[in-house]
């Protein structure tokens, strides 16, 4: 397709005329409704996917200049950050966090936007129902008010989170005013060994180029690690993309994208479907197409990772130990580090695997998806927690997940082990229904922040994979899953 | 949006790297339904003792920092979740400029959408900034979007750089939305044409 304006095509940064485009430009150029001379330009909304806390100001802004949505069925809409995870029939105890679901509810009804409620099967956390449902499909550009939006970057789509304000703007325009990052690519070849998944390398990559690594940045994760992940593992690279502080992550669209999506309910069907796949296979980075910045990792090299800061960058392989501040030059990295150990109540040189943990959450948007549970169990099966793990929740990512792990038994292996089996939500990855650590809590924790506070006041985060975080949950401390038997 | 004004303001010091949006405002405080209010809970969890006090140690508890409408503070702020609770309580607090080295893009971006001007400096210049405001807490520093300036009384000013569409709107208070509706053809040429191609984006 034609782009409707000339110039606007060519990215203002890189300007390399004659060279290939990346995935990246081709979703970028197939999206611009117009675009002016200082590059800014106004982007073609395919999807917007809505939850309670980023939107219910969008729709008062909404009612209160009397516009209405511009394309009602661009819009998908879930509960997720606030529902409970226990006792459903009881509904939301929090007053608070009640209204804010009921808000939802009322608006997606008053504009006639298609909701998934409490209690629906579908209902779940909004990045692990879009692709799903095939509601999520390649070429598309995604938005929602969630900064873990680059979770659908896996499918070959240009999908980013964005604030309140421009979820109205959507909302009224089903477009958006922005300007085109830069090409990063992330490059892993060689496979990583057994026991090394795909939040592994995330983690690595994270660990690499820092949580501003990307800044500026769109992320295209390339290489034979990368090509070798199942859909659910690219889903959890690209949705922590935004950790290293690019907006998106893209993977190129391979017959693994399309075994995965055939068949969903919002994907096309029969003649329509052998188009669109025509059309999806493009969707990779010209042979020549020209990065501004390409890093490259050696995936065999990469063992599990365990975070031991307040930032997802502060990260190590788990048979490491926390590092000294003393060893960093800089003094303001130096006093970030010695604040990150005081609030971890760690010492400098601990070995990792000598760190001891109270909780355990298995979810999130990043992890709770049936191979995560699936990986997690194997490790569950047969064994019990330790007796000084007070609590572990798993929390599948979606009521369908849920349902799938029920059918494969995965819910009885968990429960015998003493997991406490939930029902989906955003839960513990960042506490805003009911389940939290306690101040001082340490937590091995499948989520995506490890920041102060995050999952609890004076809560305490090391994210790791979720065989890590079954294996801390029976071992009581962190232990290398590869050696863990 | 309120325009952008010319002003003289207290120049508050921040001097940490990654300062996350989970600091600015912590999750409990993004219940609200409405935009208002936020100010109170401005980085709750340092600013505030396990009573409701006020911690001492904190920055922004200074007295001399009391009023100030800038922020300067470390690399990558605002990183983290999408929240525009964040700009919407620093606006709410009194915030209407922040200088730092670098901040997270949807952070920046939401920043502007709710008349907050922040302005990109490299790192000599943040540290003569935190240094300047370090010896004379409360000092007050002058900002000139039109000329795109900032003076300080010890002679650091500068000049900085800004997107001249963003400028624009923070210099006229306009709303976005009704300025894209303004190009509304523009956008039904498009869907026609994007239909076209892919058609399987417009199911029945």
Redesign the interface.
Known sequence: ?EP?EAGCSLSLIACSCMSGKTLYDKLWD??V??C?P?G?T?L?I?RQLLHE??S??AF?GLRL?H?PL?RV?ACLAVAD??VPTADLEHGIS?P??R??VE?LDGNCAEFGITEFKMGDPRQGVVHVIGPEQGAT?P??TIVC???H?STHGAFGALA???????V??VL????L?Q?K?RNMQVRIDGQPGPGVTAKDLALAVIGHIG??GG??HTIEFAGAAIRALSMEGRMTVCNMAIEA?A?AGLIAVDQTTVDYLKGRT?A?QGE??E??VA?WMTLRSDDDAVFDQVVTLDGAAIPPQVTWGT?PEMVVPVDGRVPDPEAQADA??RE?LW?ALRYMDLKPSTPITAIAVDKVFIGSCTNARIEDLRAAAQVARGRKLAANVRQALVVPGSGLVKRQAESEGLDVIFREAGFEWREPGCSMC???NADRLEPGERCASTSN?N????QG?GGRTHLVSPAMAAAAAVAGHFVDVRTFS | MQPYTKHESIAAAM????V?T??II???F??????SGFGVHLFH?WRYNDDGSDNPDFELNKPAFKGAKILVA???FG??????HA?WAIADYGFNTLIST?Y???FY??CF??GILAIKVDKALLDKLMAEIGANEGVRFSVDLENQQVATPAGNGFTFDI???RKGNLLSGL???G???Q??D??D???Q??KQ?????W?R
Request: proline share 6%; charged share 30%.
């Open positions: 397709m409707p197939a999206h409704v117009r002016e200082d800014s106004l073609y395919d806390v980023t219910p100001q008062e200049s516009r511009w069925k950050h606030n929090d608070v966090s209204l804010q808000t499909l070429g598309m008010g969630d900064s939006t980013f989170g964005i604030g309140t304000s421009e109205e703007h009224a325009t089903q477009c005013v300007k990052a949580t501003a800044t500026g502080g907006r919002y096309p329509m479907w188009r669109a059309a930032s303001v990295k970030s604040r960042l506490a805003m922040r920041f102060e506070g995050r006041y | 001097n940490r790297s990654n996350d989970d600091q912590p999750k409990q993004l219940k609200k339904v409405e935009r969890d470390g690399d990558n990183c983290g979740s999408s929240r525009e700009p670098s997270a893009d949807i971006n939401n959408k709710n997107d001249p569409f709303d976005d939305i300025l894209t509706l190009q509304a523009k956008i040429q498009f869907e044409r994007h191609a892919f058609p399987w984006l199911p």
